[in-house]
């Protein structure tokens, strides 16, 4: 696993979120989690900027780093510049790659999202898409849903949707060489890889 410490600083998120927080707490008066959970950027950001091991180790295995929306509120109104968004980010992504993801309960659902969306983006092109869902994965839906499921096509195209059209649209194919360009923005970026690590837990 090595240093996480030295792993988590060398992520361009760390780099560009973290200047010199004074934990004024702006960044968790901003943060629309921190309004409904017991999330606080601002203690994570000072965890984060002690340097000690086991603090990272205690995020990297902890429910905290998966609480935050990524909306970045908390970039526009930090008086030192920091992110603590850029910085979760770059939390979440060592988590992943270092394994220690599946120790909290959060952290183990991003399995799901993996097999949902992760999936749907690289087949579809759409992070959820018409296909893909079913009442197996959300029984909650019930009959009607098979229903319509089962009529798609006519009921799609009476709502207005381009499905599997090449035409503007909602649920529009999208062309191979925008989904080639896609899958290749997800390999580059290390997407792919993560994926395929949260799929294999």
């Known amino acids: ?5 030295e792993q988590l600083k060398q992520d361009v998120r760390y780099q560009e979120g973290l200047n010199a927080c004074i934990n ?12 409904v959970s017991d999330y606080d950027p601002r203690l994570v950001v000072d965890d984060v900027q002690q340097d000690d091991e086991n603090l990272i180790k205690q995020l990297l295995t902890s429910d905290t780093i ?6 970045l509120s908390c970039k526009t109104r930090c008086p030192r510049g920091n ?4 910085i979760i980010q770059a939390l979440r992504a060592l988590s992943i ?3 220690l993801f599946k120790e909290s309960e959060e952290g183990r659902k991003q399995t799901l999202l993996a097999h949902s969306l992760g999936s749907q983006m690289l087949e579809y092109g ?3 898409h018409f ?3 079913n009442t197996d994965d959300f029984p909650e839906q019930g009959p009607i849903w098979d229903w319509v499921r089962k009529n798609r096509e006519t009921i799609l195209e009476k709502l207005g949707c381009s499905y599997k059209q090449d035409k503007p649209g909602s649920l529009r194919k999208i062309p191979d060489h925008s989904m080639n360009d896609l899958r290749a923005i997800f390999k580059e970026t290390g997407a ?3 994926l395929n690590k949260l799929k294999n837990i």
Not at 1 to 5: P, R, S, T, V
Not at 24 to 35: F, L, R, S, V
Not at 66 to 71: A, V, Y
Not at 83 to 86: A, F, L, Q, R, S
């Open 1 to 5: 696993m090595g240093n996480l410490l």
């Open 24 to 35: 004024c707490g702006t960044c968790t008066a901003i943060c629309p989690a921190a309004a």
């Open 66 to 71: 998966w609480r935050c929306g990524e909306c």
């Open 83 to 86: 992110v603590p968004g850029y």
């Open 97 to 99: 790659e270092s394994g």
């Open 126 to 128: 759409y992070c959820v």
């Open 131 to 133: 296909d893909a869902l």
């Open 192 to 194: 792919i890889d993560r």
